[in-house]
């Protein structure tokens, strides 16, 4: 199984971007999805989830800005990012907890390689 991202970049302050995640590989199921972030000297911390009903969860600091999607049939998680501020700026994960059916059933969360956003003032 393999998480690949994309959509990252540079861009002004008050910009957009699209970042997007496909699931890929012998998936048997996908409950959440969801993107993480890290900036430079700190922890890496929650951006939003969405779960397999649709039901979803922001950070505070992103709510009314970003908005996380998913299309269930590519497996793939997007994250619309508006009004971007230069204290977005960090390196983007994606994860998705996702379940395997290969001789017996098996649950483990995957991570994306990261993309970077940064954002200028």
């Known amino acids: 199984v393999q998480l690949q991202a994309s959509g990252g970049g540079l861009v002004q302050a008050g910009g957009s971007l699209r970042l997007s995640c496909a699931a890929s590989g012998s998936i048997f199921s996908i409950d959440d999805m969801g993107w993480y972030r890290q900036a430079p000297g700190k922890q890496r911390e929650l951006v939003a989830t969405?779960?397999?009903?649709?039901?979803?969860i922001y950070a505070d600091s992103v709510k009314g800005r970003f908005t996380i999607s998913r299309d269930y049939v590519k497996n793939t998680v997007y994250l619309q990012m508006n009004s971007l501020r230069p204290e977005d700026t960090a390196v983007y994960y994606c994860n998705a907890r996702i379940a395997t059916m290969y001789l017996k059933y098996v649950v483990n969360d995957y991570w994306g390689q990261g993309t970077q956003v940064t954002v200028s003032s």
């Open positions: 969405i779960s397999n009903g649709g039901s979803t």
